[in-house]
């Protein structure tokens, strides 16, 4: 199953209403937060979304500022104070979605609406550095950074130079993923991680963008893989200009099989 371009995956009518959900998302939370009524301040797409690799079955992924000062406010509290932290935004959401399901999960808030759209919701602050600070209530409650800018910028150049093959990659492997593999785990991170370093100096041609790419592409994907993988149930990975670690050891089976469903 060889990549081929991907182009307008998300329908405009379900681009309008993710537009619109994370407009009210937004305010809900600017409201309770910064008290405002902006629907687009404090607010930027990430994950998939954000890097422009997400397909239709995509979550949608949404980093919230929020001020300084609740952190300093929760921080000073004892116990999970991350755990409390995402409950306090989770309930600013309710009362704009009261009868929508919400749960805090680990370092998000989970919308899941009743059309099967699901929203992610990462609070974070934003340190002197730009880099964005967001709670984890795992392990007793803890701090993590992140930096998503510029994974989206690295992304965005890296697209550039292989003239597009980049995010078409990425976009077919979550098509194979979530209608081949649906029952197994394979987190966006590392699909765009993985890719970015995978593709060297592969890029489409003209001729390619009417045509299917050569076929050693892929096999080149997976040989990459096998020559990286690491007793085969762990990747080293960095995430793209972040340079972040990335958790691979729940997805290295999909990825294989995935990879492996392209040489096919």
């Known amino acids: 199953m060889r990549v081929k371009k991907y182009d307008n995956v998300i329908p405009r009518e379900k681009r309008e209403l993710i537009s619109n959900r994370y407009k009210r998302i937004t305010t809900a939370i600017n409201r309770e937060f910064w008290k405002t009524e902006s629907d687009t301040a404090n607010s930027i797409y990430v994950g998939s979304y954000g890097r422009n690799t997400a397909i239709s079955s995509s979550d949608i992924d949404i980093l919230i500022e929020l001020p300084t000062s609740e952190f300093d406010s929760f921080n000073n509290l004892k116990g999970n104070v991350q755990s409390r932290l995402l409950q306090s935004v989770k309930e600013s959401i309710k009362k704009t979605y009261p009868n929508t399901d919400i749960r805090a999960d680990g370092q998000i808030i989970k919308i899941y609406f009743s059309d099967e759209i699901i929203f992610e919701i990462l609070p974070a602050f934003k340190r002197w550095d730009n880099i964005f600070v ?131």
């Not at 093959?165 to 993923?177: A, D, F, W």
């Not at 590392?190 to 003209?206: K, L, M, P, Q, R």
């Not at 893989?225 to 960095?238: E, M, Q, T, V």
């Open 134 to 264: 967001y709670p984890d209530t795992n392990m007793g409650g803890n701090w993590m950074s992140t930096n998503p800018k510029a994974e989206q910028e690295a992304i965005k150049e890296k697209n550039r130079q292989s003239n597009g093959l980049l995010v078409s990659t990425c976009r077919h492997m979550r098509y194979i993923r979530d209608y081949y593999f649906r029952s197994y785990y394979l987190s966006g991170i590392v699909i765009d991680s993985f890719v970015y370093h995978a593709i060297g100096n592969w890029h489409f041609t003209e001729y390619e963008k009417n045509k299917n790419p050569q076929e050693t592409y892929e096999q080149s994907l997976l040989y990459y893989y096998k020559i990286n993988s690491i007793f085969l149930d762990r990747l080293d990975l960095k995430a793209p200009g972040s340079n972040d670690k990335v958790a691979t050891d729940k997805s290295v089976n999909c990825l294989e099989k995935v990879l492996k469903c392209m040489v096919d």
